[in-house]
């Protein structure tokens, strides 16, 4: 089946720095990626729908210039999370949709902001 | 009323058990996705079903279009099928396929 990776799968970053997770298909082409916030022992929510080419669609309370994602190309999604803070520490979450409905699911990133 | 529900919400099985998970969808869908996520851990995607069933292994997936209901079954459960189980549909009008999600059911099969 169609593979989704995410770099790095953990990080741990400073508070005030500048983390950036990288979101990648491996063997198809993702018109849209999704990014997916969770918060321990909670459903995943939707931050923003990225489009490639064109600027992210971001959810309703989803910060666009704390949380900037770039999908540069039919395979690479990034979301750089920046001037990071403890309360951004959590489990991100991409996926990527294929040539239908298909969606693949990206193994997540944990980060820790200390 | 959420627009993707699941039942049971919380499930606890013995080792062996034939397991079922249920979800009900109140709204047109494209897709059904029944997904997997052990503690810690990324989600997986089991199963995407539009229509009949689908067999994976000891999973199967079914769904009824007209009922508006798909199930998720385990044959021969085993401890490492403990995970959280949830079902996802596919909105046909939105161009962007953005996922209904449902609350997920907490599975833990002990041995």
């Known amino acids: 089946g169609a593979v989704v990776s995410q770099h790095p799968s953990r990080v741990i970053c400073k508070s005030g720095t500048s983390v950036k997770i990288e979101c990648r298909s491996l063997d198809f082409q993702a018109t849209t990626m999704f990014w997916y916030r969770q918060f321990p022992k909670q459903s995943l929510m939707l931050m923003a729908t990225?489009?490639?080419?064109?600027?992210?669609?971001?959810e309703q309370g989803v910060e666009k210039d704390k949380f900037l994602i770039n999908h540069a190309s039919l395979t690479l999604s990034t979301l750089t999370v920046t001037s990071a803070h403890p309360e951004d520490s959590s489990f991100y979450i991409c996926?990527?949709?294929?040539?239908?409905?298909?969606?693949?699911f990206g193994p997540g990133t944990r980060l820790t902001v200390t | 009323k959420n627009e993707v529900e699941q039942s049971p919400q919380n499930l606890t099985a013995q080792e062996g058990e034939f397991i079922t998970i249920n979800c009900s969808y109140s709204?047109?869908?494209?897709?059904l996705h029944w997904l997997q996520q052990h503690p810690g851990g990324g989600i997986v995607s089991l199963f995407m079903?539009?229509?009949?069933?689908k067999k994976h292994g000891r999973l199967i997936a079914t769904i009824n279009i007209q009922e508006k209901h798909s199930s998720l079954h385990i044959t021969a459960s085993h401890p490492r099928d403990s995970a959280v189980y949830i079902c996802?549909?596919?909105?046909?009008?939105?161009?962007?396929?953005?996922?209904?999600w449902g609350a997920g059911t907490k599975l833990i099969i002990k041995p």
């Open positions: 996802a549909g596919t909105p046909p009008l939105d161009s962007n396929y953005q996922l209904i």
């Open positions: 709204v047109g869908i494209s897709a």
């Open positions: 990225s489009n490639e080419g064109s600027k992210a669609t971001y």
């Open positions: 996926s990527a949709r294929g040539s239908r409905w298909e969606q693949y």
């Open positions: 079903l539009s229509s009949g069933k």
